[in-house]
Each structure stands twice: as structure tokens, then as C-alpha cells.
């Protein structure tokens, strides 16, 4: 195992966009190209446009062109003189975020002023408690579908593909099934994964902070964090007294390396990278670092054999080019 280059900057997915239109025509169209440069994009976005009066204080919640069978994005407005001022929307199945405002806010006297950061601040309290009412239905759903699962087959095509077993997955029809949970064991989110490989977050569940426990021990000496569960499985399979969690991704490293670290202040605790040889920014290895300088934690990457190709990244690529030279 070595050790990793230092982590780069991380991009923040809130944006504002500033804009002075005239007249209502012009500030829905500016309202429109703001929500687009967010990435947040409407399945209809004149109707969620004509919605701005009901959208007034509170949360309107929207359908999104990329899950149009699920209300996931939310729109909130505040007008002045029957004209929209603020509008501030999200995503919650991206994390997307944007502030829309109109001109410089000189229309407004001091007293608006504070009776607009008055409402925002409820409008904000309001929206957080929809997200968390909306995570806990998704809880709710996820552990209800997973006690409806069997026991993975071992024989499934991708953990043949893969050369793992199946350790505490599930299984659906011809689908895996993880299980996304908390430090109190928890259920948050899935995680599927077809024969194909294709693998599929549980629409609006909550993946921050939450984990796939791949398999080890409940009361662990050491705990070996890695991005995605086949890459858990190999290292459960080097190294069985390790208690293995898989983040599902590079982004959620340090936030699950650092709640372990709260969970089991004494464990020796590894952040196993992936490592992006191949990309001109290595996000795999600098997210490792970073999650593992956060946690107090140790980090490691694959150790490289000299004739090892490129694409390889991460603990299960070297497994499997290993198992072919044999």
C-alpha cells in the first residue's frame, strides 16, 4: 500500500445568479436560464413558472427532467410589487442549489430588507424539515424493501465478474441489494446492482454520511473505509477481521471516515483509496487523503506491480488482474 498525493479543491454545488430584468416576461426567462445553469432543469418548466404566486414563502415541489416520475426539485419565492425578487430552488436528488435575485435589492427600505431575511430564514427551516420528512419516507421504503430480499447468490453473474462473494448483500429478482445505514444501524438508502454491473441509488434516499456494511466484526480493531462495495469485498476477503464499510463514492469518504472515528476512537482506522492513475486529477487518492487526515486515520492505495495497466484503479481491479496472471 502507498501513499497518496495531496487532495485537490472540491467543487460546491450551490450557485446564485444575479440579474436585473425589467419587466415579468424578462425575470421569468432569467429565473429560467438561472435554474438551467444550476442544473437544475424542470420536466415543464412553464408550468412550474406559472406556480411563482403558490411558490410565495413556502416550498413548491417539482417534478425534474431527470426523474419526472418523482417531485425531488423545490421552488421558493418572494415578490416585490407583484414582481418576483427572490426565487431560491434546489434539487434534492443532486444536492444542486441556486439564489436567483432580481437587480440590487434597492427597491427595498431597511424594514423589507429585514422582513425578507425574516421569511427566507422560515422559508429555510421549512424546506429542511420537507428534505428530512422526505428522507425519513425513504428510510422507511429502503428498509421495508430490504428485509423483503433473500440472501445473495453467490453465482450472481456480477460477483462472479468480480471474484467476491457475497458477504451481508441481498437480493432481489436478478438485482443485489445494499443497504445504505447509520452509526445506530439505521436503514437510510439501497444501493442495486444488476447482472450488467449498473448500479442505482435509491431515488431521494439520504447517501451523506451513510454506509454499505460490507462485513467484519460488530466491535472492531480495525475498520478499512473504501468507495464502492465490490471494492469492500476484496479487502474483507484479505483481511476478515476488519470491519469494512463501503462509502458508495469518494465524495462520502470523509464523512463516513470521520463518524467512524466518532463511533470507535481507538480502532486503527484505514481509508483504503481508489486511485485515478488514469485522470489528470486523481479525485480517488485526494479524497482518501483528505477523509483520512480528517479522521485521524491511516490511508492506503493498491501497490502497483510495474506492468500493472493504468485502467486499474482501485483494490478489486488489482484482485482481478492478479487472479488472471495466474
Same mark, same amino acid.
Given at each position: ?29 432569467? @429565473? ?15 408550468? =412550474? ?15 425534474? $427532467?431527470?426523474?419526472? +416520475? ?17 426565487? @431560491?430552488?434546489? !434539487? ?26 425574516? +421569511?427566507? $430564514?422560515? *422559508? ?13 419516507? +425513504? ?5 421495508? &424493501? ?6 445473495? !447468490? ?12 457475497? &458477504?451481508? *448483500? ?22 442495486? @446492482? ?5 448500479? +442505482? ?8 454520511? &451513510?454506509? @454499505? ?35 458508495? !463514492? ?16 481507538? $480502532? ?48 478489486? !481491479? =488489482? ?8
Amino acid at each position: 500500500m502507498k501513499q497518496a498525493p495531496a487532495p485537490e479543491g472540491a467543487r460546491h454545488q450551490t450557485q446564485s445568479q444575479y440579474s436585473t430584468p425589467a419587466n415579468y416576461a424578462e425575470r421569468l426567462n432569467s @429565473i429560467r436560464a438561472a435554474l438551467l445553469e444550476a442544473g437544475i432543469e424542470p420536466a415543464n418548466s412553464d408550468a =412550474l413558472l406559472s406556480r411563482l404566486a403558490d411558490a410565495e414563502g413556502k416550498p413548491v415541489r417539482f417534478s425534474t $427532467a431527470s426523474k419526472p +416520475r418523482s417531485k425531488n426539485g423545490w421552488l421558493i419565492a418572494y415578490h416585490d410589487r407583484g414582481l418576483p425578487f427572490v426565487v @431560491i430552488a434546489g !434539487d434534492w436528488s443532486t444536492g444542486a442549489e441556486t439564489k436567483w435575485v432580481a437587480g440590487t435589492g434597492d427597491t427595498l427600505n431597511p424594514a423589507e430588507r429585514r422582513e425578507l431575511k425574516r +421569511r427566507m $430564514a422560515e *422559508a429555510k427551516r421549512a424546506r429542511e424539515e420537507e428534505q428530512a420528512r422526505q428522507w425519513e419516507a +425513504r428510510a422507511t421504503a429502503a428498509a421495508r &424493501h430490504w428485509h423483503s430480499c433473500s440472501p445473495a !447468490d453467490p453465482l450472481h453473474p456480477y460477483l462472479l465478474r468480480k471474484g467476491i462473494q457475497p &458477504h451481508r *448483500a441481498r437480493q432481489k429478482g436478478r438485482e443485489l441489494v445494499l443497504l445504505l445505514e447509520d452509526f445506530t444501524g439505521k436503514a437510510w438508502s439501497l444501493q442495486t @446492482i444488476d447482472e450488467a454491473g449498473s448500479k +442505482r441509488l435509491m431515488a431521494g434516499g439520504k447517501k451523506a454520511g &451513510h454506509f @454499505i456494511v460490507v462485513d467484519g466484526p460488530d466491535y472492531p480493531a480495525r475498520v478499512l473505509i473504501c468507495e464502492g462495495w465490490a471494492t469492500g469485498c476484496t479487502l474483507a476477503e484479505i483481511d476478515a477481521a476488519a470491519l469494512v464499510l463501503a462509502a458508495v !463514492d469518494c465524495g462520502n469518504l470523509q464523512a463516513v471516515a470521520t463518524g467512524a472515528r466518532n463511533r470507535w476512537p481507538d $480502532a486503527d482506522l484505514i481509508v483504503c483509496g481508489d486511485d485515478d492513475r488514469e485522470k489528470t486529477v486523481n479525485a480517488g487518492a485526494a479524497a482518501a487523503r483528505a477523509a483520512a487526515l480528517a479522521a485521524g486515520a491511516r490511508f492506503a492505495l493498491p501497490e502497483w506491480p510495474p506492468e500493472a495497466p493504468l485502467s486499474l484503479s482501485d483494490f478489486n !481491479d =488489482l484482485h482481478q488482474w492478479q487472479r488472471g496472471k495466474k
